[in-house]
């Protein structure tokens, strides 16, 4: 009985430990989403602002030019 006992009260500290362990991750995991909102917010104003300058900036560029026949 006092074998049964210690089992279940090493099973509830590793419970408690992975409960910590994914609230951490859980935290990182939101800070980071956070960061990437962020920097895709500020990636998009500097694209506004690269479009403004230069409207053509955005557009891709063919590798060749067409045959004058075409």
């Given at each position: 009985?006092?074998?049964?006992?210690?089992?279940?009260?090493?099973?509830?500290?590793?419970?408690?430990?992975?409960?910590?362990?994914?609230?951490?991750?859980?935290?990182?995991?939101?800070?980071?989403?956070?960061?990437?909102?962020?920097?895709?917010f500020?990636?998009?104003?500097?694209?506004?602002?690269?479009?403004?300058?230069?409207?053509?900036?955005?557009?891709?560029?063919?590798?060749?030019?067409?045959?004058?026949?075409?």
């Amino acid at each position: 009985m006092q074998q049964l006992e210690t089992d279940i009260e090493q099973l509830q500290m590793k419970v408690a430990f992975q409960e910590d362990t994914i609230e951490a991750l859980n935290n990182a995991l939101i800070a980071q989403q956070r960061q990437i909102d962020s920097l895709e917010f500020k990636l998009k104003q500097v694209i506004g602002k690269i479009e403004a300058i230069d409207p053509s900036a955005g557009e891709k560029e063919e590798a060749d030019p067409p045959p004058p026949h075409y």
